[in-house]
């Protein structure tokens, strides 16, 4: 029941809330495109913004991760630890790859 009321409930509240509101208001943007006859005009929007969220999400994960190497880095050299650096250090990709050349 949990599920229902955190999850789908809002789900479905904002379908309807697409389809009696927003769909009368703004039905030019769901007229046919003119350039891909088969897409909504307000398709574009739709692919800007995940676009936009999943890069943002992207640095936003990504500077946590550089965060919590440099926290732990302070704390292990801190607690005396003498090979910190290198064991919280980026791997080295590069060095596990064989090039021929």
């Known amino acids: 029941m949990e599920l229902v009321a955190k999850i789908i409930a809002p789900a479905v509240g904002l379908l309807a809330g697409e389809s009696f ?4 208001t703004f039905a030019p943007l769901y007229a046919s495109s003119s350039l ?3 897409l909504p005009r307000a398709y574009a929007g739709v692919l800007l913004v995940n ?10 994960l990504g500077g946590k991760v550089g965060g919590a190497r440099k926290a732990f880095t302070e704390k292990a050299k ?3 630890d003498a090979d910190a650096e290198a064991r ?14």
């Open 21 to 24: 509101y927003i769909r009368p």
């Open 51 to 60: 676009v936009v969220s999943t890069s943002l999400a992207l640095v936003v």
């Open 78 to 80: 801190k607690d005396g």
């Open 88 to 101: 919280f250090a980026y791997p080295k990709f590069n060095d596990a790859i064989p090039f021929s050349g």
């Open 36 to 38: 891909v006859p088969f």
